[in-house]
Structures are given as C-alpha cells and as structure tokens.
C-alpha cells in the first residue's frame, strides 16, 4: 500500500485533537468515486455553467434594452422641448404682425397719437402672453433690496430713503415660478 491509498477516518482524527489518542490511526484503502456518481457532477457543472450563460446573456441583453430605453427618454426630452419652443413662439407671431402694421402706419401717417397707441396694444398684447406663460415682473422700486432679486448699479445718498432702499428701476427684472429670469439692474439708498 502506498502511502497515497493511507485514508484516516475522521473518528480517528477526532479523538486524536481531543487528546484521547489511544491507538494509531486506522489506515485504509481510499475509495473512488463511482462513475454514476461522476457522470453526475459533471451534468451539474454543465447545468451551472449553462445557467451563468443564460444569466449572463440576461444581463447584457437588459443592459442593451437600458442603454436604448435611456437614448429614446432623451429623444422624447428633445422633442418635447422643442415643441415648447414651438408653442411659445407661435404665441409671439401675432405680436410681430402688430408690431409690422404698426410700422406699416407710421411710414405713411405723422399721428403719433395712433401710434403710441398701437405700440401701447402691442405692450399689453406682449405681457398677456408672457403672464399666460407664468412670467410676472419683479417689483422693486420702495422695496428693501434683495441680492436674490435685485442688482445694484450703484448706491445714491438720500435724505428721503432709509439705507438699502431701492429707490430707481434702470431695468425691470421678471421671474417665472419664483425663480428669477432676469434681475432686476436698480439703484440703491445709501
């Protein structure tokens, strides 16, 4: 017997850790294992094998169907925007007429009362569409200023005013949902 075939059985092991060795360990011949017994690991490693295929061919195929999902979210995202775009610039065309007639009218007339009075509609015409959108003018002229608001040009001494007041509007500032499009540009009590 070489002593490759020298199996110790695990009683024997146990007792030998536990201190309790009272012989030598049994020897005996090492045992095979059987061929069904083979036959049966092997058609386990392939079934397992097969499954990380297929799990794996899974994984890529969802990670492809993301990556398009994401590609065709954007493209919509584009579009959508760009028929916002669309909407609101179809809104501001009949302002543009106007302000063509109202050029129109004033190479052929000296009334200036017509005209101030067309460009007066188209003003008005103007701010309807943008308040129809959500965009509202910032007051700010009596207001205390407000870096979130307001930019100050300058600073003016004032008797009338209580320091940090803005007192004059150089240019008018909007928001839209209380977020600021454009601050308003003002002039500020010292």
Do not use: C, W
């Not at 075939?5 to 005996?28: F, M, Q, R, T």
């Not at 799990?55 to 028929?83: C, H, S």
């Not at 870096?147 to 007192?167: C, N, R, T, W």
């Not at 839209?176 to 540009?185: A, Y």
């Amino acid at each position: 017997m070489s002593s490759e075939d020298k199996v110790v059985s695990p009683i024997d092991e146990a007792e030998s850790s536990n201190g309790n060795l009272k012989s030598k360990p049994k020897v005996g011949k090492r045992t095979r294992p059987s061929h069904g017994k083979i036959k049966a690991l092997k058609a386990g490693l392939e079934k397992a094998e097969q499954e990380k295929a297929d799990l794996r061919d899974k994984l890529l195929r969802t990670a492809a169907e993301f990556e398009n999902y994401k590609k065709r979210r954007e493209a919509e995202y584009g579009q959508v925007m760009a028929n916002a775009n669309v909407d609101l610039l179809t809104k501001f065309l009949p302002i543009l007429d106007d302000i063509e007639r109202s050029i129109e009218s004033a190479r052929g007339s000296d009334d200036k009362q017509g005209l101030f009075e067309g460009m007066e509609l188209i003003y008005k015409n103007f701010t309807k569409v943008l308040e129809n959108q959500g965009v509202k003018p910032i007051e700010a002229v009596g207001q205390e200023f407000d870096p979130e608001k307001h930019e100050a040009l300058m600073q003016i001494e004032s008797q009338d005013h209580p320091s940090g007041i803005v007192i004059e509007e150089h240019t008018r500032g909007y928001e839209i949902n209380d977020r600021v499009l454009r601050h308003s540009q003002v002039l500020v009590s010292k």
